[in-house]
């Protein structure tokens, strides 16, 4: 079955920091562009960032807002997606999802149930 | 940044009938080299995340029903529901691929009349 679980949610104080993960299994982890796509409470969908596969140069792309705070990085070994917050704001309070984006297309087609960050004091 | 303009906002549709949402993007997301749109729609129940429909502005991803169908190209785009299912209801969203910052629509939301 193909399945992504994000964990490492919580409630943060602002200016701290968080890592998020998430565990893929069911197909060739390697091989899609990965992305990060946040939801505020009761708002719509926010692109966080991407990160290309190893053979496109395994590059990274992120959304203004969290451009320098934020980090993407990937374990193609273990099959993990990871999302490194730093510099934390009340904004950032969100539901994260990972997801694939679609060989060959760029659409995001896989993607997990979310986990929840919030930052406030 | 391109910008995604989803309309309406929200929609009332009865059974059976035919929902129509659109949407435009600030700039063509037609690639010349291989004449594709790169705009996708999702749909999301509550509490579950985003499910892909169409990809390409008209290919449905396998198992969507055939009553899901997309059109448009360039900066105009419509999401059709043919004969509005209850399991319908939900939020619609366009999205571009076409570069980053990857952006969505602000979301349809679809009910029952």
């Known amino acids: 079955e193909v399945q992504m679980v994000e964990s490492g949610g919580g409630l943060v104080k602002p200016g701290g920091s968080l890592r998020l993960s998430c565990e893929a299994s069911g197909f060739s982890f390697s091989n899609p562009w990965m992305s990060w796509v946040r939801q505020a409470p009761g708002k719509g969908l926010e692109w966080v960032g991407r990160i290309k596969d190893k053979t496109d140069g395994g590059t990274t792309d992120y959304a203004a807002p969290v451009k320098g705070r934020f980090t993407i990085s990937r374990d193609d070994s273990k099959n993990i997606l990871y999302l490194q917050m730093n510099s934390l704001k009340s904004e950032d309070t969100a539901l994260y999802y990972c997801?694939?984006?679609?060989?060959?297309?760029?659409?995001?087609?896989?993607w997990g149930q979310g986990t929840m960050v919030t930052v406030s004091s | 940044d391109i910008v995604m303009t989803q309309s309406p906002d929200s929609l009332a549709v009865s059974l059976g009938e035919r929902a129509t949402i659109n949407c435009k993007s600030s700039?063509?997301?037609?690639?010349?080299?291989?004449?594709?749109?790169?705009l996708a729609w999702y749909q999301q129940k509550p509490g579950q995340p985003p499910k892909l429909l169409i990809y390409?502005?008209?290919t449905r991803e396998s198992g969507v029903p055939d009553r899901f169908s997309g059109s448009g190209s360039g900066t105009d785009f419509t999401l059709t529901i043919s004969s509005l299912q209850a399991e319908d209801v939900a939020v619609y969203y366009c999205?571009?691929?076409?570069?980053?910052?990857?952006?969505f629509g602000q979301g349809t939301n679809l009910e029952i009349k």
């Open positions: 700039q063509s997301v037609l690639y010349s080299s291989n004449n594709k749109n790169y």
């Open positions: 997801t694939t984006l679609k060989i060959g297309v760029g659409a995001f087609d896989i």
């Open positions: 999205q571009q691929y076409y570069g980053t910052p990857y952006t």
């Open positions: 390409w502005a008209s």
